[in-house]
């Protein structure tokens, strides 16, 4: 029982953690929602949301099509008519430019606005495409991903 315990209460520490590095302004409506409902034990739900919005950004940066689904961009390629369709020849950095430019694209509104609050950046940063945006805008980006626990 003291494992179950231990383990209600993973969400409740990143939440806190993310607090303690960047402020309460930092949460999003769906954190400040889990905290509300939290000591009524009515947050599953929100939980159950929030760990959805999680599994869809670590898929995002964990994904290397060099090593994940290669016959399928084979396919892809020859529906296209590109022979050797493949992403063996990318760099690591090329990879991870390409996994954040998706994340950007797909972040949820809140967290883009959370993101743009925390860095005092315009709304309009958010309509901005990944390689239009300033590579100190990019590199906090990143970091904002990893505060927030996307990232170990």
């Known amino acids: 029982?003291?494992?179950?315990?231990?383990?209600?209460?993973?969400?409740?520490?990143?939440?806190?953690?993310?607090?303690?590095k960047t402020g309460m302004g930092s949460l999003t409506s769906?954190?400040?929602?889990?905290?509300?409902?939290?000591?009524?034990?009515?947050?599953?739900?929100?939980?159950?949301k929030m760990k959805e919005r999680e599994r869809k950004y670590k898929g995002m940066l964990e994904y290397d099509p060099r090593k994940d689904d290669p016959d399928a961009?084979?396919?892809i390629g020859k529906a296209f008519g590109v022979e050797d369709m493949n992403f063996n020849d990318w760099t690591d950095q090329e990879i991870e430019d390409e996994k954040y430019l998706h994340l950007w694209d797909q972040l949820y509104d809140e967290d883009m606005y959370s993101f743009l609050q925390q860095y005092q950046l315009p709304v309009e940063t958010g309509e901005l495409a990944w390689d239009k945006l300033s590579k100190p805008i990019q590199k906090?980006?990143?970091?904002?991903?990893?505060d927030i626990g996307?990232?170990?």
């Open 73 to 75: 961009y084979k396919g």
């Open 140 to 146: 906090s980006f990143r970091k904002y991903i990893k």
């Open 30 to 48: 769906l954190e400040t929602e889990f905290l509300d409902k939290f000591s009524s034990g009515e947050h599953r739900e929100v939980e159950t």
């Open 1 to 20: 029982m003291k494992y179950l315990k231990l383990f209600e209460n993973v969400m409740l520490d990143k939440i806190l953690d993310k607090i303690s």
């Open 150 to 152: 996307m990232l170990d």
